[in-house]
């Protein structure tokens, strides 16, 4: 596996979906992809020979260094299976050093912090917040959804299936839609049967059952060019509705205060009817939370290949070196000297421990032990608490201590306190109150 691209081991870079498969290079460090190609599932038995086909005609045969592969499916360790395809299999079945596999909206997700400027169009809110959760959805062949969570430096996906959630429903229309396509025999309708493309078909099937005309069933993209067809507007209108409820729903799911980023293959030829639909307001209506909806972000992905800038960044986020930390001690001098004066730095501690603890450890011998106690001089006490001459026949357990335990302090484990006055009766767990003398033994 090869930790940094080069044009002669470059990383490989692929969004798997539905009906098509896209490919790319990454050939240096922090580069785009290069040599972008689109291969039709259709044309191929499964991901093996569409990578191999891949590198033989668009990249002049060179074998990667490493490998992303983004999958329209559920990914389960080494194991793919694409949800509206029919390719499965392993990650290892490619003979590829360091392949790594993510669902699709997982590597949409890892592109998001990239996105800027013309990446991105925006569909109301206020704009993106940079640090917070983050949310992708998209309606192409199925409905895809992911979430991004920021992470020290870096950031962590969370891959979901949410577009198999229940229809989002809220409109006497909508309920008479899903009721229509029950009726008709789908015992159970989800968000992608209609937020998708193939939903842009059974959506306009089901507004006609509802409206009681007869008409053909015509593909999304027919249904999107037909703009004097009023049951084909309707039908946008419709899918507009329920993309807005049911991007709201993500965002309450994942508290996306850093925004709600739409992709996929259907919206960006729609956009203009996205922004002028009832989207927005859907997205905010709430009866409790519509300002908490109102202050976040929701913003269009027009940028080309963003699956495949996503699968680039979790590379170069896993798999660049980091970077190596310093080993040695600190060289400030101790904040509390020692009661017996150094004439220099001293190289470790002082004979007579200091008052408060030390930030770092001295740096140069004392001349001479210290002149007297310090004032914490008991082992194992609390710093700054004096010497209880009475309690010297009491056993120092610090010795002991469990490693989990706090310099000094004392170990895990059971103790027990138990109090007694003088004339020998038992409080009980714990000091007893009252004006007599009380001997504590610990146990």
């Known amino acids: 596996m090869n930790a940094v691209p080069s044009a002669e081991s470059p990383w490989l870079v692929a969004d798997v979906g539905g009906t098509n498969a896209r490919f790319g290079l990454v050939r240096?460090?922090?580069?785009?992809?290069?040599?972008?190609?689109?291969?039709?599932?259709?044309?191929?038995?499964?991901?093996?020979?569409?990578?191999?086909?891949?590198?033989?005609?668009?990249?002049?045969?060179?074998?990667?260094?490493?490998?992303?592969?983004?999958?329209?499916?559920?990914?389960?360790?080494?194991?793919?299976?694409?949800?509206?395809?029919?390719?499965?299999?392993?990650?290892?079945?490619?003979?590829?050093?360091?392949?790594?596999?993510?669902?699709?909206?997982?590597?949409?997700?890892?592109?998001?912090?990239?996105?800027?400027?013309?990446?991105?169009?925006?569909?109301?809110?206020?704009?993106?917040?940079?640090?917070?959760?983050?949310?992708?959805?998209?309606?192409?062949?199925?409905?895809?959804?992911?979430?991004?969570?920021?992470?020290?430096?870096?950031?962590?996906?969370?891959?979901?299936?949410?577009?198999?959630?229940?229809?989002?429903?809220?409109?006497?229309?909508?309920?008479?839609?899903?009721?229509?396509l029950r009726a008709d025999g789908m015992a159970y309708v989800d968000a992608e049967h209609l937020i998708s493309g193939p939903g842009l078909t059974r959506l306009h099937h089901a507004l006609a059952l509802v409206e009681g005309v007869t008409t053909d069933s015509p593909p999304a993209s027919e249904i999107v060019a037909r703009v004097d067809d009023p049951l084909c507007v309707r039908t946008i209108e419709v899918f507009c509705g329920l993309l807005g409820g049911f991007a709201g729903n993500v965002a309450l799911t994942l508290g996306a205060r850093g925004g709600v980023y739409l992709g996929g293959g259907v919206l960006p030829r729609i956009a203009d009817r996205v922004r002028a639909s009832d989207f927005r307001r859907r997205f905010e209506i709430h009866p409790i939370l519509s300002d908490y909806l109102a202050s976040i972000s929701t913003s269009l992905i027009v940028a080309q290949q963003p699956a495949l800038t996503g699968a680039a960044a979790w590379l170069a986020q896993h798999l660049t070196p980091a970077a190596t930390p310093a080993t040695g001690p600190a060289t400030g001098p101790?904040?509390?000297?020692?009661?017996?004066?150094?004439?220099?730095?001293?190289?470790?501690?002082?004979?007579?421990?200091?008052?408060?603890?030390?930030?770092?450890?001295?740096?140069?011998?004392?001349?001479?032990?210290?002149?007297?106690?310090?004032?914490?001089?008991?082992?194992?006490?609390?710093?700054?608490?004096?010497?209880?001459?009475?309690c010297a026949d009491i056993p120092d357990r610090s010795t002991a201590a469990d490693p989990g335990d706090t310099p000094g302090s004392r170990p895990n484990g059971p103790m027990a306190f138990h109090a007694s006055s003088d004339d020998g009766a038992t409080k009980g767990p714990g000091i007893a109150g009252g004006n007599n003398d009380v001997k504590v033994t610990l146990t």
């Open 334 to 390: 101790a904040t509390g000297p020692a009661t017996g004066p150094a004439t220099g730095p001293a190289t470790g501690p002082a004979t007579g421990p200091a008052t408060g603890p030390a930030t770092g450890p001295a740096t140069g011998p004392a001349t001479g032990p210290a002149t007297g106690p310090a004032t914490g001089t008991d082992p194992g006490t609390t710093p700054g608490r004096p010497h209880r001459p009475e």
């Open 28 to 180: 240096r460090p922090g580069g785009s992809p290069e040599a972008i190609a689109v291969l039709p599932d259709a044309e191929y038995d499964g991901l093996p020979d569409a990578v191999a086909a891949y590198l033989d005609l668009y990249g002049g045969g060179v074998r990667p260094g490493a490998a992303c592969l983004a999958i329209a499916g559920p990914v389960d360790g080494d194991r793919y299976r694409l949800t509206n395809a029919g390719w499965y299999g392993s990650v290892r079945d490619l003979g590829l050093p360091g392949a790594h596999l993510l669902n699709d909206f997982e590597a949409l997700a890892f592109s998001l912090p990239s996105l800027a400027g013309n990446d991105l169009e925006p569909l109301g809110g206020p704009p993106p917040a940079a640090r917070m959760v983050k949310a992708v959805l998209g309606p192409g062949t199925g409905l895809g959804v992911a979430g991004l969570v920021p992470a020290g430096d870096g950031w962590v996906p969370v891959p979901a299936e949410g577009g198999h959630v229940a229809a989002p429903a809220v409109t006497d229309l909508e309920m008479e839609v899903v009721r229509a």
